[in-house]
Structure formats: structure tokens, C-alpha cells
């Protein structure tokens, strides 16, 4: 099974440019040994260059059974190439202005950026950039001319080799819980092996996995949002998977060059009856200024269940690169396929005619003084929140997806009425504001951020 080890993406984002990183890990069975690969995905605005010289695409193929690093890709051959405009830009960008084009050579092999049958008559993908009146709609060419790009790339052997552009091909929505649970994570990862055997045999997509619907009180719960991405593969290479899958090999999906990936922050959510339950999608952000509440964090897919009734919580991505840059692309020109996933959240208030529940919740921010500077918290300090509450009867949960997320605590099931208190505290030297919460009398959801500062 291969799937992102961390958490979530690392993403950065640094005005119109956003960066995200994420490794996967591929377990072998028959060699009982890993395969690691770290992947970087990034935009940048370029200007063209004109003729010259840039690298084809790196990739997989299948030697001896296992996947191996395609010694026929990242070549250096003649085409169009570009430059960043401007130096405000991730160093990355140098490689993907310059590399992310193809010929009509690199078309006839099969060895291409960006799957697209809308080129020019020499094999070039088609590359848009701002008009005369700031839209992106002006088709690049000419030397000079500005335009945006996106690259996917992997670290090989210490540096980031330019590879295709990643390809979409299912979406799936379940709640945090549903795939620490045994069961959900054995049929979501029946549901992935399924569906890869699916794109690799041309056979019919699986169904979607029954049982994800949320029964709840009112309180904070987290959706996770997963995408399965497939690479093309060469006939030959096909052929020998297609000939695993036939053979009952245990361990064919080991030769397919797939990658689940985790889009929680990428992927965009709505709520189609937000008064019911709503669900966070704010915008891509990581700068820090604590004076006008940005913590270097951001939220998607937290769900803030409120009162009786069922609201169903959309998600959605776009194919290619913008699936993974959280849709900072630019090309309204090349047409996208859109892939959606659902879930209903059904809340109830008194569950079995119980007294009316209430909730507590709230953000958890977290700010790190260095040289006399404040930034945003590491993972360190976040794993380091301890929540407790002075009622026996009430359990508090905290949430925190990775770096860029923001973290979360939600304390449901509270009776009206009730009279308690919400103690913060950090192991790693963290001092909360404020330390502590109390509700007296309890008689709606309340809501109560609180921040935490590392000197």
C-alpha cells in the first residue's frame, strides 16, 4: 500500500505563489523493503525565452518487477523554455519555467508535462498568461511574454527532478475517526486497490464507500479529504501489471505508479445547509500577523455542528496540478474536469430524548518568539496541548492536521445547564490566553479561541 506519510501536505504560500510538499512510502511485500519519495509541487509566473534547450519529464518503470526510476526520462533535449519573471519567486521555479514544455518529439513518445490534446503544430502544450486587461486569458508565445506555470517535481538522489503533471483520478471523503477505525481503514484501502485496478484494467470504478455518513451532537469534528493519482505507464509496462492482476500476484499494485494523497487543505468544502452544520474553507494563508489574527495556519474541512437537522459537506478538486496547489492555477483556457465526494453530517440536539446538548469548541493558535520576532508554532509545540474539563461527564478532543492547519478543540455533548471549566496546558513551555474557559448555565454552543505563546 502506498500512501503520504505525512500527516498533511507542507504548504507555504508566499503572495499569488504556493509550495507544497509531501513524501509517500511504498511497501514492498516481496522484498520487504520501502521506497520513499518526496514530492514538491509548485506556481510560478515565467516569461518565455524562445528556443533552446530543457529537461523531459523523470518517472517510473518496471524493471524486473519492481518500479525503478526511468533511466530514459529527465534528458536534456532542444525546445521552447522559459525563465521566472521576476526574482520574488521559490528557486524551484528556474526548473519549472525552463523545463515545463514539450515537442512534438517528447508527444510521440508519450513523454509529456501536461496531457492535453489542444497543442501547437510542433507538440507544445499552450501556455496563458494576463491581457491587456489583467484576465488570464492571452495564449503565450512570443519571446518575452509573460505567463503562469505549475510543476510537479521529486527529489532524486538530493535534488528535485521536473515530473509530470499529476493526474487525478478519484476523490473520497470520510471523517477523521472513520479512518483511524479498523474497519474504515480496511475498506477504504480495499476501495484504493480497487479503483487503481480499475484505471490499470479499463474495467468499472468501484462504488463509493457505503457507512460515511456522520450521526452527531453538536461540536467540532474533522473531515479528511483523500485523492488517488495515477502516472502513465508504457505499454509494456501495462501489460506486466495487467499480467500480475490476471496471475492473483498478491503484490501487484506494487508495480503501479499510483499515489494516494492527503487534500484536506488543498481541496475546497461547502456545506449545502451551513445553519444545520457548516464546514471551514478559508483561504490558502500561512503568513504571520497576530494583529490581525493570521497564525500561520489556516482551516478546511472542520465541521461546526449547531443544531437539528442534516447538511451534506461537499468536496472539490480540480484535475491536474491544481488539485494539489489548492487551484492557485491560472489557465482558464484548457478545460479541467472537476471531482466531487459527499458526505451528510445528521446532527440531533437530544439523541434518545435525552436533555438538550450543547458544545464548547474553539481554534487553538500558536505563536513562537525568535529574535524578537513572532512565528508560527512547529508540530512540536502543537502535539505539546493538553485539554481537561472540571466535568467527568464531558471529554474534549483537539485536532491539529499538520502544519498549515489550524488547530481545533471541541468539547460536545454538554447538558444544558451544566456549569463547567476548560483547562489549556502545554509539556513544551507553551502559556495559554486564556489558560482556562468556564460556562456557567450552559444554554447555546459557545465558542472560544485560545492562543498559545512560546517565549
Same mark, same amino acid.
Given at each position: ?31 520487504? $523493503? ?14 518565455? +525565452? ?10 517510473? #518503470? ?49 513523454? &509529456? ?86 484505471? &490499470? ?75 444545520? +452544520? ?5 483561504? *490558502? ?28 459537506? #461537499? ?29 451528510? &453530517?445528521?446532527?440531533? #440536539? ?5 436533555? $438538550? ?20 508554532? $512547529? ?39 451544566? #456549569?463547567?471549566? *476548560? ?30 505563546? &512560546?517565549?
Amino acid at each position: 500500500m502506498k500512501e503520504t506519510t505525512r500527516p498533511t501536505p507542507q504548504v507555504d504560500r508566499s503572495g499569488e505563489r504556493l509550495l507544497v510538499r509531501f513524501d509517500t512510502v511504498t511497501y514492498d511485500e516481496r522484498t520487504k $523493503t520501502q521506497r520513499a519519495e518526496d514530492f514538491i509541487t509548485v506556481n510560478c509566473k515565467c516569461r518565455m +525565452a524562445g528556443s533552446g534547450q530543457g529537461y523531459t519529464p523523470a518517472g517510473l #518503470t518496471l524493471h524486473d518487477g519492481r518500479l525503478i526510476l526511468d533511466p530514459d526520462g529527465n534528458q536534456l533535449v532542444e525546445k521552447v523554455y522559459g525563465v521566472p519573471a521576476d526574482s520574488n519567486q521559490p528557486g524551484l521555479c528556474t526548473q519549472c519555467c525552463r523545463d515545463h514544455h514539450d515537442n512534438q518529439d517528447m508527444v510521440n513518445e508519450g513523454r &509529456v508535462y501536461l496531457k492535453d490534446n489542444n497543442r501547437t503544430s510542433r507538440g507544445h502544450h499552450r501556455h496563458y498568461g494576463p491581457s491587456l486587461f489583467g484576465l488570464v486569458t492571452a495564449e503565450v508565445r512570443a519571446g518575452g511574454s509573460e505567463y503562469y506555470e505549475s510543476c510537479r517535481m521529486r527529489r532524486v538522489d538530493g535534488y528535485y527532478q521536473m515530473y509530470p503533471d499529476w493526474q487525478l483520478e478519484a476523490l473520497t471523503v470520510a471523517s477523521a475517526e472513520y479512518l483511524i477505525n479498523s474497519d474504515g481503514a480496511q475498506a477504504y484501502t480495499d476501495y484504493v486497490r480497487a479503483v487503481v485496478k480499475a484505471l &490499470v484494467t479499463g474495467g468499472t470504478m468501484p462504488q463509493p464507500l457505503e457507512g460515511r455518513d456522520l450521526d452527531v451532537v453538536p461540536g467540532a469534528y474533522q473531515l479528511i479529504g483523500r485523492a488517488i493519482y495515477l502516472d502513465d505507464m508504457s505499454a509494456e509496462h501495462l501489460a506486466e501489471v495487467r499480467a500480475a492482476i490476471n496471475n492473483n500476484e498478491a503484490d501487484w499494485i506494487a508495480k503501479v505508479p499510483f499515489y494516494e494523497v492527503n487534500v484536506t487543505l488543498l481541496a475546497d468544502w461547502e456545506a449545502d445547509n451551513p445553519s444545520i +452544520a457548516s464546514i471551514t474553507n478559508e483561504t *490558502i494563508e500561512t503568513i504571520v500577523d497576530p494583529e490581525n489574527d493570521y497564525y500561520g495556519t489556516y482551516s478546511r474541512g472542520r465541521v461546526d455542528a449547531e443544531t437539528d437537522g442534516s447538511s451534506v459537506m #461537499t468536496l472539490r478538486a480540480i484535475e491536474g496540478n491544481a488539485s494539489v496547489l489548492g487551484g492557485f492555477i491560472k489557465q482558464p483556457m484548457i478545460s479541467l474536469q472537476e471531482f466531487t465526494d459527499s458526505v451528510t &453530517v445528521n446532527v440531533q #440536539t437530544q439523541p434518545e430524548g435525552s436533555t $438538550t446538548l450543547y458544545s464548547i469548541t474553539g481554534e487553538v493558535n500558536c505563536l513562537l518568539l525568535q529574535n524578537g520576532a513572532y512565528r508560527s508554532c $512547529t508540530q512540536r509545540y502543537y502535539n505539546s496541548v493538553s485539554i481537561t474539563t472540571s466535568d467527568l461527564n464531558v471529554s474534549c478532543t483537539y485536532s491539529k492536521q499538520g502544519n498549515a492547519d489550524t488547530g481545533s478543540y471541541s468539547c460536545p455533548g454538554i447538558a444544558a445547564g451544566s #456549569t463547567l471549566t *476548560i483547562n489549556f496546558s502545554s509539556d513544551a513551555g507553551g502559556v495559554f490566553q486564556p489558560s482556562s474557559v468556564t460556562v456557567s448555565n450552559i444554554q447555546q454552543n459557545e465558542h472560544h479561541n485560545v492562543l498559545m505563546t &512560546v517565549d
